[in-house]
């Protein structure tokens, strides 16, 4: 039997934060629509359930008291409650469930719907397993690469009428964002520049041949704005250096993804006299 705390990674005494930001992490990695391992629909559902009973304080008390079989009917033990009555914990021990008349025991939600409904859009992956869904309105709307990055506010006729809204920090291109009574569609522009990959960034940095080898110092572009760094000397062409935390926020989290910076050194077409000396009196030192 499962351990709802040992399967999202958390102690017992958890705070409710810890136990968001470990289902976030979790679901992330296991959606069947991104990892595609055998295991990964089977490892989505088992976070999932944990995250349900784990967020909510009534269900969470009843499973710290008597463990996972307090949601399933029928269940080790003899465990199944009434079948005239429909509750799980009468004639177990002379229990009571006074004081846990709200609580749902019977069965858990679709893994999927409290994925969404923890995100607040649809899967960012592209899909929900071929699921079908309740058809509902869905509106187009095209974000400059910036826009995404860093959110924004949109004004826009749904069903009619104007509506603004704002677009979560961090949206990627193809991500569906869920309203109220509309989905929109988000497509994003290309950066003239940077290179998007998840919430990570990629960026190609030229540098001259003499700072390669000498090593120095070089401005690079963020989506945060300009830093300075350190060139080693002997650096290579394709050489990658990991800002960390400079990357895209994700949506509705204060995680942020990495920039990835490449260094191609830059060869000109064509040299002086002078320069062509220089080079071959460098290729007889090395």
Same mark, same amino acid.
Not at 44 to 50: N, Q
Not at 103 to 126: W, Y
Not at 267 to 272: E, Y
């Given at each position: ?77 003899? #465990? @199944? *409650? ?6 799980? &914990? +009468?004639? %177990?021990? =002379? /229990?009571? $469930? ?6 749902? #025991? @019977? *069965? ?6 409290? &994925? +969404?409904? %923890?995100? =607040? /859009?649809? $899967? ?163």
């Amino acid at each position: 039997m499962a351990d709802y705390y040992d399967t999202l990674g958390v102690a017992k005494g958890a705070s409710e934060q810890e136990i968001k930001t470990a289902y976030r992490r979790a679901a992330l990695k296991w959606h069947p629509d991104r990892n595609k391992t055998s295991e990964a629909a089977e490892k989505f559902k088992e976070v999932t359930k944990a995250y349900e009973v784990l967020s909510d304080p009534k269900k969470r008390q009843m499973y710290d008291q008597y463990g996972e079989s307090a949601f399933n009917r029928g269940g080790p033990g003899g #465990f @199944g *409650g009434s079948q005239q009555t429909g509750n799980p &914990f +009468e004639g %177990f021990g =002379g /229990f009571s $469930s006074q004081g846990f008349e709200n609580v749902d #025991f @019977g *069965g858990f939600s679709d893994p999927f719907d409290i &994925f +969404e409904q %923890f995100f =607040g /859009f649809q $899967s960012p992956f592209g899909g929900r397993g071929g699921r079908r869904r309740q058809q509902r309105d869905v509106y187009e709307i095209t974000l400059t690469f910036e826009e995404a990055v860093h959110g924004v506010k949109k004004t826009m006729i749904v069903k009619g009428e104007e509506k603004s809204f704002q677009i979560p920090a961090g949206v990627d291109n193809n991500m569906a964002i869920r309203f109220s009574d509309f989905d929109l569609q988000v497509k994003v522009k290309p950066h003239p520049y940077f290179t998007r990959k998840g919430q990570d960034i990629y960026f190609e940095k030229d540098i001259s041949y003499p700072l390669a080898v000498l090593g120095g110092t070089v401005d690079v572009q963020t989506i945060y704005g300009t830093i300075r760094l350190k060139i080693r000397p002997g650096t290579q062409s394709g050489t990658m250096v990991k800002l960390h935390d400079q990357g895209i926020a994700y949506p509705q989290s204060n995680r942020k993804g990495d920039e990835y910076v490449i260094y191609k050194i830059n060869t000109p077409a064509r040299v002086s006299g002078r320069a062509k000396e220089l080079l071959n009196e460098l290729e007889g030192e090395i």
